[in-house]
Nanobody, 120 residues
Framework: QVQLVESGGGLVQAGGSLTLSCAVSGRIFRINTMGWYRQGPGKQRELVAQITTGGSTYYADSAKGRFTITSDDAQNLYLQMNSLKPEDTAVYYC???????????????WGQGTQVTVSS
């Protein structure tokens, strides 16, 4: 069974930095995309940044110039967040669109989320 486990969230002052990590485990045949989503209080879940296996990246306008998404050879995922703002406060979720060995289809897998709180 595929699992995604986030870590690295916490409380930080505005202007500070955090790095989120997502450890991916399980028998994975191939990955299409990996990304970070967030859901702030009273808001819908939104895509923050995404990376393909080819290395192409996408950033939401709110993340451009401040956040950097990367992955490593072990298929783990990271989000470096700089110049954090109070409006970045949210639960951040790791996501992967992948094909497990046990399936012939791609599946959308989610982590349990990690809280990021930015104080003003």
């Amino acid at each position: 069974q595929v699992q995604l486990v986030e870590s690295g969230g916490g409380l930080v002052q505005a202007g500070g930095s955090l790095t989120l990590s997502c450890a991916v485990s399980g028998r994975i045949f191939r990955i299409n995309t990996m990304g970070w989503y967030r859901q702030g209080p009273g808001k819908q879940r939104e895509l923050v940044a995404q990376i393909t296996t080819g290395g192409s990246t996408y950033y939401a306008d709110s993340a451009k110039g401040r956040f950097t998404i990367t992955s490593d050879d072990a298929q783990n995922l990271y989000l470096q967040m700089n110049s954090l703002k109070p409006e970045d406060t949210a639960v951040y979720y790791c996501n992967s669109n992948l094909q497990p060995y046990s399936s012939t289809y791609y599946e959308n897998c989610w982590g349990q989320g990690t809280q990021v709180t930015v104080s003003s």
